[in-house]
């Protein structure tokens, strides 16, 4: 059977990695599908043929993505640039050439993704983002096909792997957060400014493009609290550990009685909880379900060839859907907000929280603090302290009863005035349910 | 947007949660499809109103699942009696009828998949089987689509809940296989026949059928080696903590250098894996690819609703299909003996292995064993005692470096011949690698 073309936009990591995989593993692939995958064109800022893997020689090589998009035989267009300028506009010329897409990107899909969506099935097109999320993990299958007779009810994901990697490492070996990220930089895990990882800035996109596949809600960055982890150290592992819990950046997204909570921040999650064996670079994902319960997805978050992977599965699903003439006809975005899964703010949120303070140590500090947990009716849990030789920066730790997030930044709004305090006290949610 | 109509026969478990989800989650699906699933027939073997959902009243009851298969508006028959005798033949009627079919069926399409299959494109109709093995885990749509475009080189799965609870509570609690078996029976965890649970056969058709998906090569049960978990015993769990491993029921399907080798048994497993963290009646999927790397899928492994899900979710898909004019075109299935991923023999395999005697104790045993070892050329690795109080039926743990499972073999089998031991020893591999 005669092969379906494809053309490449982008030989950076992703593209490479996508490359390599079409080239080594193309029996394979014919094998699955009963004809071949044959990439007809590519484009990079500087192609080159070593750039090329053998076999795929043949391919028009250009430094103009307009000649993939109008490639006659071109069939799906595999956008690997990614950000928001010019890959929207490549996407622009695809699908108002009828071309299928395969995209990789989580910033534009995240943003556009409704629209983007709507246009492709207004043009007959197919269109599939795997790769745009979680890299080498299939969960885009897995909530679009997979579990879709269920109704999920939360979604919690492990999604940056770099902010994953910065806190195993500060766990394992106790150094502090700007060590390890000085050397995670230096080994090329961390970029130059390391804001959009640390600060949970591109977790926060994913959980967009996860909650809004999940719930069937439209969700938009603005819906999602977001706390990055630059405020961590060696310390609240310690405390953690004594709580039989870890620590990690959990983007969450729960349906409660008052709405969807959606957020991306430190949290406290039990040592038992499979999530806490989520280490390194790995990505996870563990939905809840009315129906199916529990269910659970790991795998590399990143890298060129997990990504790959994810991009030439996607190849393949979308060559299958144009042999079969079958274009997409119901968007996974919503557009409008449909009421069931409505996003309302975190403050609402109940839980269990960790109050880690650094305090000048003096007589009636704790009766201070707890003074004011209980004007705002905060019942206290448990008070750590780990030996400390110094009456100056003395570190400890309360842990209150579940109460609302609201009555929990009130009171640490009031406690940042008081002059023993050497820092704002830091206060994480603890995940205890997971 | 019309209803797409399906046809359910079996109301048991999965029939009724099936159902269950139907009513239920009704709006969400439609959301999700842009037009309804209608329950247009429904068939058991003493089908009463009260077993339909509210919603659902309006379809056709019946003992006789030919009026499900011949009702004229029934588009997908979902066979959910299970077994390989009715089950063939609703299967073989809607095949002859030109409709679609959705499967929870395990064993037949172990035994019979490539077959069915076929046919069911050459009639150009869909077949779904998502719900045949791990219930509410989407391991078919993960290994057809999501990760389609890896080349998968091991899979690793805890497959059967009932052995994983089993080994679990023996954990926990220190207690003899019997004691938690008859206990399992009585909370109706296991059947009164406990065979196909516990001698690793129920787990041996599902891994049968991952890894005909995984690996794209024609599987028979006949091609998997099986041990139960019989043999496993209090004192196992104590030595393998010991060597800070654990034991499951462990199914894999490795690509090695003499081929494919694929086994049922029990195994030693690091502690710090995370299918190590796999408790209870939970079902776990751990996918090794060339280019993906490392991915883990967990939930539930049976049960009405997750397994319910699953079939909901493939009408769904087949719905879909239909309403795009999609059959299916290329089997998951391969027929023939593709050659590249060739099943051999598992005494092929080179692991370390876990070696447990039991003896009457005298002067001279661990030299008599030692030397038996050396004989075939196996090293030691460790030798392990636990405190005990008898010098009859004393346990101890040999370890020994990788080697042949033949020579295992070999070793275990002259070794039973020796007077001072209560019982051939208990050979387990070691995961160690995992």
């Known amino acids: 059977m005669e092969a379906v073309n494809v053309g490449i936009v982008g030989l950076g990591n992703v593209g490479s990695g996508?490359?390599?995989i079409l080239a080594e593993n193309a029996d394979q692939i014919a094998l699955k599908l009963g004809f071949r995958l044959n990439v007809a064109a590519v484009c990079s800022p500087s192609v080159h043929s070593r750039q090329i893997p053998a076999g795929l020689q043949r391919s028009l090589k250009t430094t103009d993505w307009r000649e993939v998009v109008d490639h006659p035989e071109v069939q799906i267009v595999a956008e690997l640039v990614g950000g928001t300028g010019v890959a929207g506009e490549i996407i622009d010329a695809a699908i108002s050439r009828g071309k299928s897409i395969v995209t990789a990107n989580k910033e534009l899909m995240a943003s556009c993704g409704p629209e983007i969506w709507d246009r492709a099935i207004r043009?007959?097109?197919?269109?599939?983002?795997?790769?745009?999320?979680?890299g080498g993990?299939?969960?885009?299958?897995?909530?679009r096909e997979g579990i879709s007779g269920d109704r999920v009810t939360a979604l919690y994901g492990i999604l940056n792997g770099t902010s994953n990697y910065i806190l195993t490492e500060m766990e394992k070996r106790g150094e502090p957060f700007a060590a390890v990220l000085a050397e995670a930089q230096m080994l090329g895990y961390a970029e130059t400014d390391p804001s959009a990882d640390v600060d949970g800035f591109d977790a926060r996109s994913k959980l967009v493009l996860l909650a809004a596949l999940a719930f069937g809600e439209k969700i938009t960055p603005s819906d999602i609290?977001?706390?990055g982890i630059r405020r961590i150290s060696p310390m609240d592992f310690q405390y953690a550990h004594q709580l039989r819990h870890t620590i990690r950046l959990i983007c969450a997204a729960r349906q409660t009685q008052e709405g969807l909570i959606l957020s991306v921040r430190p949290a406290l999650i039990p040592l038992s909880t499979i999530l806490a064996g989520v280490n390194g670079a790995y990505n996870a994902v563990w939905v809840k379900g009315?129906?199916?319960?529990?269910?659970?997805?790991?795998?590399?978050?990143a890298g060129s060839r997990p990504t790959g992977v994810a991009v030439v599965s996607d190849l393949m699903r979308v060559a299958r859907e144009i042999r079969n003439g079958s274009p997409e006809r119901v968007s996974p975005f919503a557009h409008e907000r449909l009421g069931e899964y409505k996003p309302v703010s975190v403050t609402l949120q109940k839980r269990a929280y960790y109050l880690r303070f650094r305090v000048d140590d003096r007589?009636?500090?704790?009766a201070k603090l707890a003074g004011i947990l209980a004007s705002k009716h905060i019942s206290l849990e448990a008070v750590l302290q780990e030996p400390c030789e110094t009456k100056h920066d003395l570190p400890f730790v309360i842990t209150v009863e579940p109460t609302s997030e609201q009555s929990v930044r009130d009171a640490v709004e009031e406690m940042s005035h008081l002059d023993f305090l050497r820092e704002a006290p830091l206060a994480l949610p603890m995940e205890t349910a997971l």
């Open 123 to 134: 043009a007959k097109i197919n269109l599939a983002m795997e790769a745009s999320v979680c």
């Open 290 to 301: 009315m129906y199916g319960e529990d269910t659970f997805y790991y795998g590399r978050g």
């Open 18 to 20: 996508t490359m390599a």
């Open 363 to 366: 007589p009636g500090i704790l």
């Open 137 to 143: 993990i299939p969960i885009h299958a897995v909530l």
């Open 225 to 227: 609290f977001v706390e």
